[in-house]
């Protein structure tokens, strides 16, 4: 950064920090307050409900005692298990109870959680956990009053509730009467009504994760119908932006991102999933359907290539190929990672955990692990596949205009063979004659070529280096010569298989070779050969470069005709082929009117009898004689016809874009139970299944992935229901009904308002998994449409807001923060769909972690900056590489999309305020602001005014406008002081700037919108 943007940087900060509007400054109360790890339930109230067995006394014994006294019998001490109620109060060895229900003093585990004998006490000291008081109380009273054992409230099938009695306010949302209900147990009241312009920004934001325009506002403002603000979300709900707002979450979930992973973490193209997804929310898809297709829809009767795009769901995951690796152990990381996802995702169960063991919480044996397992392990993939992009199985995605092109050239194709074919079969007899001839009288030739002697492949680390380096190389060649580097030694070998007019291959990638020959020329003059090669070349003529190619280019045999000038005498002719990746080929004929004569590896076929030549040498003559003798100009010029068309079917074709699918295997793959989950370790053989505590499947139906997906949008599933409304309503208010979103296992936090959790997701269910609905119905619920404002006990009683004593009030996602400047500025690009893209980066972040970043058979290893509109595009769409997340996303929390996350964390770091200050995005977002500010406006409070209510929806106080119009002041001496500053400030970013305004004054407005965008209101 240049002196002088690090001073307007620090002008920023200062007023910032002066104003104590700065959004960094005002940290996210909801985290001050730490978990209270004593019960799962949220904060309680006086008039809290009974003691009860799922909300207050399983959390303690799951956090503090089930790891050494639970399900996992390799772990479990003193023959004791607490989390099956018979065994809890069964007779133990030593012929005390842990457990005597009504009877607290005669229960071995309230003497252990009370002794003051530190080597009696329970928890012991070495697990690092000790018990509350209060949470002592809560097993003493329990124990008290009788130990009542439940079953996990979460493996239990929702039933809808009846609606509780409201005193104050009518019924017209059910998801009130909950909210209120839990209000006056806990003796709370409700929120005031937001204001009309905090409910459209609040909304808008939530449904579409952009903020509303003036114009918008205006008309929301405006209306003064009844149902206004109904209008307005069934407007935003039927927005294209909905569908990409929800998207966002799903990508999380989906572990979705443009590379594959792993230590090369090269490209992949799966982003025809992703506009699947967009669509399949805007459409409304019933979320069954959503389910079925993502986990299974390549398994659906004739199934629709929309479904088998679907199907990509769990093809997201990581996928290497590294040289050395073992295909058998990726392969079971592969089928790992379905597995787990598919249990956080649908589920919320952390079915990862009983990979190696048992689970030491939740009833899932590891047995049971490696049955779920078993549904995905018969996809037809390999454990080491990606190295040229996609994976198998894949689908291709052609254009209309492409199938069209495609089919025009095989037709071509088709029609040119045929002929070529007629013609071919006339060549035997033009063979056999040439033969024939050359027995009978010697061929007068102008020259004679010898055997090729070649020298490599040698690897380079880049194919710039290939060319760039001689390799101690100079002509004339000397055979002998040897070279040395830390492959070994190489040296100049005869090469007798290369034949002129036959492709040659090569083996190596991002390698060199060195081929040289000598051609004995009767007289001096020149000759012509046709030269075709894989990627770079450079030929030598008597020390003399006469033909260099560097770029890299698809293989046809006719690439270049090249004029060789022989002397009289002897001739050196020297190739340097440099490959840039992937299997590569050499060919070079001589035009049959230069009557070369043929090298001696040629002559040594001619001199054995036909029937006794091998198949290969057989094709070798063939191919030297139609390539170099045969003076045939309607064969020529088929040949290169067909070669022409089948290279342009190889350009058409490799332009169709793919996404990777799910494909099962026509012979179903054996699965077994891995010990310890090693993938070396195979124990007894598993079948498709599931866990024993949920539902079983039907059983008459296969045990394949459809069955499976059809389970989980079953009416008696426990779980999908509840975990994905308690996702969306995490979506709305910051923290789900569920905190613990990811596990709904032992492990996670109760239902802060189960009654309500159960009722949305019966409802849920009832309206055909309709998500526009439950949507519809929350952000229409009065307790969404309470205002945030919230006293600091009301904080610090309940920091999650799970109580819903005040509308929701978050920092935004990362994507959601960078969006709004983008649209604030007018930079937004709107298109929906289409291939990532990769805006602003620092440095060369890609190079520093990239296994050989200038190697070409890998993708995705240098950072090549996109222009233009794909600057602007919202973030969803920003390239996403999986060992380098977009760095101003992570330094926002965004994940690294390595692996399933449901839940985002929010932090608030310095690191995020020196991004939204200095990153090029929101510097350049804040220059087009101000330029928009100076069009719009007249005067600096119509400015203020403007640029504040784009950003936060609303009218700045006299007292804010105050502040932020002493500093335009302040900005616009300063720069008129040093004018090369406001210049260095207004040439961040590639949008063009309107240079009939003036700089000065431009610059000012520029640290003046950037202040207002970082407000805590702005990404709030």
Known sequence: MSR????????????????????????????????????????????????????????????????????????????????????????????????????????????RITAEDDSLRMPPEE???TLTTRQIELLTQWVADGAKYEAHWSFI????????????????????????????????????????????????????????TPE????????????????????????????????????????????????????????????????AFNENLPFDKFTVWQL?????????????????????????????????????????????????????????????????????????FFRMFAFFNNVDEAGLDGYRGNAQPMLELPSDEQRRA???????????????????????????????????????????????????????????????????????????????????????????????????????????????RQIESADAGAIQASVGTSDAIQLWLNGKLIFERREQQAFSPRQQVIELPLAKGANELLVKLVNYGWEWQFHLAFDPESKLGPAPNVEAILALASEKRSADQKSSLQAYFRANQLNDAEYQGLATDLANRRAELAAVTGRIPSTMVMRELA??????????????????????????????????????????????????????????????????????????????????????????LDWLAVEFIDSGWDVKHILRLVVTSDAYRQSSAASAELIARDPDNQLLARGPRFRMSAELIRDLALSTSGLLDGRIGGPSVTPYQPGDLWGELAHQKHNYKFSAQLFEQDHGDDLYRRSMYTFWKRSVPPPNLTALDAPSREVCTVRRERTNTPLQALVLLNDPTFVEAARQLAERMMHE?????????????????????????????????????????????????????????????????????????????????SVT
Not at 175 to 189: N, T
């Open 296 to 368: 299974a829809g390549d398994l659906l009767p004739e199934a629709t290539v929309e479904q088998q795009v679907a199907s990509g769901f769990n093809r997201n995951h990581p996928i290497n190929f590294e040289g050395g690796a073992i295909p058998e152990e990726y392969h079971v990381e592969y089928v790992v990672d379905r597995a787990t996802t598919t249990g956080t995702v649908w589920m919320g169960l952390t079915l990862g955990c009983a990979r190696c063991h048992d689970h030491k919480y939740d009833p899932i044996t590891q047995t049971e």
């Open 127 to 129: 697990s690092h956990k």
């Open 667 to 756: 012979d179903p793959r054996k699965s077994f139970r891995l010990d310890r989950g090693q993938y070396s370790s195979p124990a007894e053989e598993v079948t498709p299944g599931v866990p024993a505590a949920l539902p079983a499947l039907p059983k008459d139906a296969p045990a394949n992935r459809l069955t499976l997906a059809r389970w989980l949008v079953s009416r008696e599933h426990p779980l999908t229901a509840r975990v994905t409304v308690n996702r969306l309503w995490q979506a709305l208010f910051g923290t789900g009904l569920v905190k613990t979103s990811e596990d709904f296992g032992l492990q996670g936090q109760f239902p802060a308002n189960p009654d309500l």
């Open 406 to 516: 495609v089919a025009h050239l095989n037709d071509e194709i088709k029609r040119l063979e045929e002929t070529f074919a007629e013609r071919e079969a006339k060549l035997v007899d033009a063979q056999n004659q040439w033969e024939t001839q050359r027995k009978e009288a010697p061929v007068a030739t102008r020259a004679t070529p010898t055997d090729w002697v070649q020298w490599g492949p040698v690897a380079v680390d880049t194919p710039e280096l290939g060319l760039a380096t001689t390799f101690d190389i100079s002509t004339p060649v000397r055979l002998e010569q040897k070279y040395r580097n830390e492959d070994g030694e190489h040296r100049w070998l005869p090469a007798p298989q290369i034949v002129d007019g036959k492709t040659a291959d090569f083996s190596g990638d991002s390698s060199v070779v060195h081929l040289v």
């Open 216 to 279: 918008e506002i205006a008309s929301f403002l405006a209306d003064e119908r009844p149902d206004a603000y109904e209008r307005l979300v069934d407007r935003l709900l039927a927005s294209p932006q909905y569908g990409e707002r929800m998207a966002m979450d799903w990508l999380d979930a989906a572990r979705y991102a443009d590379t594959h992973g792993y230590h090369i973490d090269s490209h992949r193209d799966m982003w025809a999933w992703r506009d699947w997804v967009i669509n």
């Open 4 to 111: 002088s943007r690090y001073r307007c940087v620090s002008l920023v900060l200062a007023v910032s920090g002066a104003v104590a509007i700065f959004w960094l400054a005002v940290q996210d109360r909801r985290q001050a307050v730490a978990d209270d790890a004593s019960t799962g339930s949220t904060a309680r109230g006086p008039d809290a409900a009974p003691i009860r067995f799922s909300r207050d006394i399983r959390p303690i014994l799951s956090q503090n005692c089930f790891l050494c006294h639970g399900q996992d019998e390799s772990r479990r001490g003193g023959g004791l298990r607490l989390d099956v109620p018979e065994l809890a109060v069964a007779e133990l060895d030593s012929g005390a109870r842990a457990i005597v229900p009504g009877k607290p003093h005669q229960s071995e585990l309230v003497a």
């Open 157 to 212: 099938p929702p039933q809808r509730p009846g609606l509780p009695a409201r005193a104050d306010r009518s019924a017209s949302n059910p998801i009130d009467g909950f909210v209120h209900a839990k209000l006056a147990q806990e003796r709370l009241s409700w929120a005031p009504s937001a204001d009309k312009r905090t409910l459209i920004r609040r909304v808008t934001l939530d449904l579409t994760g952009l903020p509303p």
């Open 937 to 1017: 406006c007249d005067d600096p409070a119509a400015c203020i005014q403007f640029a504040f209510e784009l950003a936060t929806a609303r009218i700045p106080s006299d007292r804010e406008a105050a502040i932020l119009r002493a500093e335009y002041e302040k900005q616009l001496a300063s720069f008129a002081q040093e004018p090369s500053a406001a210049a260095a400030l207004l040439a961040v970013g590639e949008s063009p700037r309107d240079a009939t305004l003036d700089a000065v004054v431009h610059a000012a407005w520029t640290n003046v919108a950037l202040v207002i965008l970082n407000l805590d209101e």
